[in-house]
């Protein structure tokens, strides 16, 4: 099974500025990687697949990079939408499908 | 417009079943793998398991394998879980999730594009 580490567990930003999601796998993935953002009582949000790719509707503030075991996911201007936890998956190699342990965007 | 929206959930005793089901439209289902994902209280996502578009194939996470069974019903754009021999910590919101695609025969993707508003299972120890 390839464990997925995100980190920092918690960052915390101020609007307008960066933020920096790392994910990094037990082992490679290749391109296989997929972002997804979740606010409270909310299903999951696909934010970006296969790396690098924004999914449908998703603004081009975000952006996904990395191949391999480290990936990055960066949001070049927080807006006050974007405050949520973010979690990265791997589909390279299952069953089973999985998770990072979720990266949380609070205001700073 | 895709839509996903799961019902069934509920409190059950330890021990106990459930069966959740999951109505999809705005989509061509048969064309998708659908997969169960759940999320314990103030945890992470984990995956649960997942079905062929076909129902050919099923996969399941190694804690609900025995336990839990996916099945599917394309005629009626339906996706369900039964789950037996409940424990405290199935205890969790359970999204139904749409992805990989098959095309042509050909598996394309592995993310999840669409997800349903969840429905809370509990299990009572």
């Known amino acids: 099974e390839i464990v997925l580490t995100q980190s920092p567990a918690t960052l915390s930003v101020s609007p307008g500025e960066r933020a920096t999601l790392s994910c990094r796998a037990s082992?490679?993935?290749?391109?296989?990687l997929a972002w997804y953002q979740q606010k409270p009582g909310q299903a999951p949000r696909l934010v970006i697949y296969d790396a690098v790719n924004r999914a449908t509707g998703i603004p081009d503030r975000f952006s996904g990079s990395g191949s391999g075991t480290a990936f990055t996911l960066t949001i070049s201007s927080l807006q006050s939408e974007d405050f949520a936890v973010y979690y990265c998956?791997?589909?390279?190699?299952?069953?089973?499908?999985?998770f990072g342990q979720g990266t949380k965007v609070e205001i700073k | 417009e895709v839509q996903l929206v799961e019902s069934g959930g509920g409190l059950v005793q330890r021990g106990g079943s459930l069966r959740v089901s999951c109505a999809a439209s705005g989509f061509s289902f048969s064309n998708y793998w659908m997969s169960w994902v759940r999320q314990a209280p103030g945890k992470g996502l984990e995956w649960v398991a997942n079905?062929?578009?076909?129902?050919?194939?099923?996969e399941y996470v190694d804690s609900v394998k025995g336990r839990f069974t996916i099945f599917r019903d394309n005629s009626k754009n339906s996706l369900s879980l039964q789950m037996n021999s409940l424990r405290a910590e199935d205890t969790a919101v359970y999204y139904c999730a749409r992805g990989p695609k098959n095309i042509f025969g050909v598996v394309f993707g592995g993310w999840f594009d669409s997800w349903g508003q969840g429905t809370l299972v509990s299990v009572s120890p």
């Open positions: 079905i062929r578009e076909d129902g050919s194939e099923k």
């Open positions: 998956q791997q589909y390279n190699n299952w069953p089973p499908w999985t």
């Open positions: 082992q490679s993935v290749g391109s296989k």
